[in-house]
C-alpha cells in the first residue's frame, strides 16, 4: 500500500482489496475515529477505563500494516518517482494490469445486480474520468492549501480507484510534496499542515465509508468499480501518448503481469482462509 501510494494513477485502497484486508481497514480507522471521539468523553463521566477503550482497536492490525505502510512509502519516495520517468509505461501497465483484475474481483463481491447498482457504477465511471482530466497548477501553496490536499488524497488513497498521488499532481502538488517530504527538517510546517489534514480527513471520510459499505455494500461496490475504471484514464492515456509500437508490447506484456499477480494474491488468500 505504502509503494503504490506514491504511484499517481493506482491507490493503496486497491492493494487493501486484492490482499483482502480492505473491509478490516475501514473499520479498524472508523474505530480509532471513535476511540479519539469517545475517550475523553468516557473517562471525564467514570464510563470506561482506558483498558476497556483501547480493547475495541485491532492493535494487532493497525500496528504491522502502519509500519509497512510508512516503511514502504518512505523507500518508496526515494526512488519510484524516478522508475516512473524511465519506465513509464511499464510502470502504469503494471498496475492497470492490477486495476482490471481488482475490479473483476470486485463486481464477484457485489450480491444485488440490478438497474441502480449498475446506475451507481456509471456514476463512478464518470466521476473518475472527469477526475482524471482536471489539472490544476498553483505557485507557492499556502499552509491551508496543502491542509485541505492532504485530507483530500488521503481519503481518496483508501478508496479503491483514486490515487492519493494522483490527486496531488491534479492539484499541482506532486512534485512540492516529494521535495517536502525528501527535506521534512527544511520544510517541517508543510508536513505538518499536511499531516494534520490527512488525519482528519482519514477519520471523518472512514466513518461514512464504513457506514456505505455496511448499509449499501452492492452500491458502494459497484460505484467503486466505476471510480477505477475511469479514474485509469487519465494516468494511462499519459502514459501512452505518442508511444512506440515496439513499446506498446511491453505495456501490454506488464498488464498481463499485474492481472497474474491479483490472480496468485487471490489463490493464496483463498487456500488461508480455507485453511484456517
Not at 488521503?154 to 483514486?162: E, N, Y
Not at 509500437?245 to 506484456?253: A, E, F, R, S, T
Not at 492481472?259 to 485453511?275: A, M
Request: with cysteine.
Amino acid at each position: 500500500m505504502g509503494l503504490a501510494d506514491v504511484i499517481p494513477g493506482i491507490s493503496g485502497g486497491t492493494i487493501a482489496f486484492i490482499t483482502g484486508i480492505y473491509y478490516e481497514l475501514i473499520k479498524s480507522i472508523k474505530d480509532i475515529g471513535d476511540f479519539l471521539r469517545g475517550s475523553i468523553q468516557k473517562l471525564t463521566q467514570n464510563k470506561g477505563t482506558w483498558k476497556q477503550i483501547f480493547a475495541k482497536i485491532n492493535f494487532m492490525f493497525f500496528i504491522p500494516l502502519i509500519l509497512g505502510i510508512w516503511s514502504a512509502f518512505a523507500v518508496g519516495v526515494l526512488f519510484i518517482p524516478e522508475l516512473l520517468q524511465q519506465y513509464p509505461s511499464q510502470i502504469m501497465g503494471f498496475f492497470t494490469g492490477l486495476v482490471i483484475a481488482t475490479t473483476a474481483l470486485l463486481i464477484l463481491e457485489v450480491k444485488q445486480k440490478n438497474f441502480l447498482v449498475y446506475s451507481m457504477g456509471f456514476m463512478g465511471l464518470l466521476i473518475g474520468f472527469f477526475i482524471s482530466q482536471i489539472t490544476i497548477t498553483t505557485t507557492i501553496p499556502s499552509y491551508l492549501f496543502i491542509f485541505f490536499i492532504g485530507a483530500l488524497s488521503i481519503c481518496a488513497m483508501i478508496l479503491p480507484g483514486i490515487s492519493g498521488a494522483y490527486i496531488l499532481l491534479m492539484f499541482g502538488q506532486y512534485e512540492f510534496m516529494l521535495t517536502v517530504l525528501r527535506n521534512i527538517t527544511q520544510n517541517y510546517w508543510y508536513f505538518v499542515a499536511f499531516t494534520l489534514g490527512a488525519i482528519i480527513g482519514l477519520l471523518s471520510f472512514s466513518k461514512l465509508l464504513n457506514y456505505l459499505l455496511k448499509k449499501h455494500e452492492s452500491k458502494t461496490l459497484m460505484f467503486l468499480v466505476g471510480l477505477m475504471l475511469g479514474a485509469m484514464y487519465g494516468p494511462l492515456k499519459a502514459t501512452t501518448e505518442d508511444l512506440p509500437g515496439d513499446k506498446i508490447m511491453y505495456l501490454l506484456l506488464f498488464v498481463f503481469l499485474g492481472v497474474l499477480l491479483v490472480v496468485i494474491i487471490e489463490g493464496i488468500k483463498r487456500k488461508i482462509t480455507h485453511k484456517f
